[in-house]
């Protein structure tokens, strides 16, 4: 009877520890203690959806990145640059663009501090900490884009500037019927010509963009993306190439 108990008692502490070291391997302070780093090298950001209320988090995973995880808080009323705070939520992250950008959805109660991290290079890459503001602050949904198509083929989006205040820069994506990624840019200013960088400050197309084709059916996206990384102001419109 005496050696049940104790084998019994073993097996209790043994999970006990084991229990222990998973909550500690899920913390991001603990997934980067002893690897190299990289700040800000996840370019992230957050909206509401508009017709379920979920908060997806969007993402540019970089040419050759691997093991994508989520990271968040319990609440928002804690310190965001502490890693410790940060415990992993096994999410599966999903293709948005057909895959030139990533998307987790997720049915969040109450609002918190997310980080995005990938692998690359030999160095765990971490996105800048994203104010979820679903319940505040939710994400507004519209098309409300002028659209100059004088010159051809180089369409020049013109949207309200910081229509929903809070504005840090702004997203920019054309792409084609089928939701393939033209072109992906932020500007500081609230235009952008197809293709013309002159303003634009971060790119995140990988290739040439395409030569738009006349009476073709293309999409637009803007993203106001505030200070915190959450998106403000979403507008999708659809456009024929003229």
């Not at 050696?3 to 019994?8: G, H, L, P, R, V």
């Not at 992250?93 to 991290?117: C, D, R, Y």
């Not at 949207?159 to 840019?185: C, H, K, M, R």
Request: with cysteine; hydrophobic share 35%; proline share 4%.
């Amino acid at each position: 009877m005496n050696k049940i108990k104790y084998i019994a008692i073993c097996f209790v502490v043994l999970l006990s520890c084991s229990k222990d070291n998973d909550a500690i391997i899920q913390t991001l302070a603990n997934y980067t203690q002893g690897r190299a780093i990289e700040m800000g090298a996840v370019i992230a950001c957050a909206a509401s959806d508009e017709n379920t209320g979920e908060t997806l988090t969007f993402y540019y995973p970089e040419a050759g990145a691997s093991n994508v995880k989520f990271y968040e808080t319990t609440n928002v009323d804690i310190d965001e640059n502490d890693f410790k705070n940060y415990i992993e939520n096994k999410l599966n992250p999903e293709p948005f663009f057909n895959g030139h950008l990533g998307k987790f959805t997720q049915n969040a109660s109450n609002e918190k501090w997310v980080i995005i991290t990938f692998e690359l290079d030999e160095e765990i890459k971490i996105s800048n900490p994203i104010r979820t503001k679903q319940i505040s602050k939710p994400t507004v949904w519209n098309n409300e884009v002028l659209i100059n198509q004088s010159q051809s083929e180089m369409p020049h989006f013109m949207w309200e500037d910081n229509p929903e205040g809070d504005n840090a820069i702004y997203f920019q994506v054309v792409s084609d019927e089928t939701n393939n990624l033209l072109s992906g840019t932020y500007t500081y200013e609230n235009n952008f010509q197809y293709y013309k960088t002159g303003n634009v400050v971060l790119n995140v197309t990988t290739q040439l963009p395409p030569d738009l084709t006349l009476m073709k059916n293309y999409n637009f996206t803007l993203m106001d993306v505030s200070l915190d990384n959450w998106v403000n102001w979403v507008i999708q419109k659809s456009f024929v190439a003229e």
